[in-house]
Structure formats: C-alpha cells, structure tokens
C-alpha cells in the first residue's frame, strides 16, 4: 500500500516567490494534518482537515500561509509571498477520524528560501 | 494546558544500557499517549502507545510508563541498539471530542554509542 505521498521532496526558491506543496493521503483516510519541524520550534501543527473541512488553522504562522483539501485525496500548503525564515521541512500526515488515532507521516519536503 | 513537556532534549547511551525519556503534561482531557521515532531524513512513525487506563505497555525492548496522578508519562528502551538512534517524540491526544489533533513534544535526540 502507498503511504502519504509529498511532492515535491526538495524545493529552493527565492524570497517572494510562491511556493506550492503537495499532499496525497493515504486512502480511505479522512484526517488530514500540515506540520512544520525546525531546529528552534520541533515539530508544529500548521492546520488540520477533517472530512475536508478546516478544523483548526491558528497553528498558521500568518496571512502569507494558506492550506486546501478540495478532495479527499488531495491537500496543498502555499506559502505566498515566501520569506527565508519559512525554511523547513513541511510534513504531511493522515489518520483515519474515529480509529486508534494513529498519525502516518509522509517524507516530507524540504523547502529552502533564499 | 495544551503543551506536552519533554526531556531531555539529547541522550547518549551506551550500547545495551537503558534509555528513558520522559514526558508531562498538563491537560486532564487527554486520553491517548503516544511516541513517535523518526530517522534522519524522514518522516516520525508511531512506536508504541498507551491509553491513561492501564499504568504500563510494553512492545519488545520499549516500554511506556505511565503515572496518572503525577501526569507524567515516560519511554524506556532497554537493550539499547545503535539501530534505535533517532529523534523520539511524545505526544497526548485530547480526546474523541477533539477528533483527531495530536499535541507533540519538543524531541529527545538519542545517540546510542557502540
């Protein structure tokens, strides 16, 4: 079985420009988690979905962070315009709502502002 | 009152010796205790987990210990392998009743030396 799929793995981008990440959870799967992890700040809930629905965003750092699920099988994080200090690593993680909670991570992407 | 407080931060062991973390928290609602390691390079995968209802899980050579009272929880590896070199995180869930949300600890960075 395929686990969370992130794309892209590694993105460099320059300051202002738009970033665009990708998430496919695992299927059959109806929660769906955007995690931020540094060095200074661990491991950071961003926002979560719930059947599609935004549960609870106030993990967002600010306006310039926005997140999507149009479908059950598709998310997407954009940071718009990018700033140095959002270099990361962004994971995305599914479960399953109502089960034993268990969060499956997928490899996360790699994101360097410059 | 949602934080899960983690230490400590790194941990070197010796190869075969007895690694503990441990974990507090300060939210009476939450029901669900779990660790996740993760590899450099990817994403955390949960390890082992306990609900506030039994005192003690073991699964092989890790064990959770968990104090109700004192609102503390902890992970011990025993045996400890080089192989189990990894960032190890606690988490706390807040219940049912807040789906699926998962609260993490900060990370303890363990160094098993041959």
């Known amino acids: 079985d395929a686990g969370v799929i992130q794309s892209p793995r590694h993105e460099v981008t320059e300051m202002g420009q738009e970033v665009t990440l990708r998430c496919k959870p695992i299927?059959?799967?109806?929660?769906l988690f955007w995690y931020r992890q540094t060095m200074m700040r661990g491991l950071e809930l961003l926002i979560y979905?719930?059947?599609?629905?935004?549960?609870?965003d106030s993990g967002m750092p600010e306006d310039r962070f926005s997140a999507k699920m149009p479908n059950a099988s598709f998310s997407t994080l954009k940071i718009q315009p990018s700033e140095p200090r959002d270099s990361a690593v962004y994971f995305c993680?599914?479960?399953?709502?109502?089960?034993?909670?268990?969060?499956?991570f997928g490899p996360g992407t790699r994101l360097t502002v410059t | 009152q949602q934080q899960v407080k983690q230490s400590p931060q790194s941990l070197i062991v010796q190869k075969g010796g007895i690694s503990i973390i441990n974990c507090a928290y300060e939210?009476?609602?939450?029901?669900?205790f779990p660790w996740y390691q993760q590899f450099p390079g990817k994403g955390p995968a949960l390890l082992i987990a306990?609900?506030?209802?039994?005192s003690e899980k073991k699964e092989g050579r890790f064990t959770i210990s968990f104090n109700k009272s004192a609102k503390q929880f902890s992970l011990h590896i025993m045996d400890s392998q080089p192989g189990d070199s990894a960032t190890y995180f606690c988490?706390?869930?807040?219940?049912?009743?807040?789906?699926?949300?998962?609260?993490f600890g900060s990370g303890t960075r363990l160094s098993i030396r041959p």
């Open positions: 993680a599914s479960s399953f709502l109502g089960g034993d909670y268990e969060q499956y």
């Open positions: 299927s059959g799967h109806n929660s």
């Open positions: 979905f719930n059947n599609n629905v935004p549960i609870d």
């Open positions: 939210n009476t609602a939450f029901d669900y």
């Open positions: 306990i609900r506030p209802d039994v």
């Open positions: 988490a706390a869930s807040p219940g049912y009743s807040s789906a699926s949300k998962i609260i």
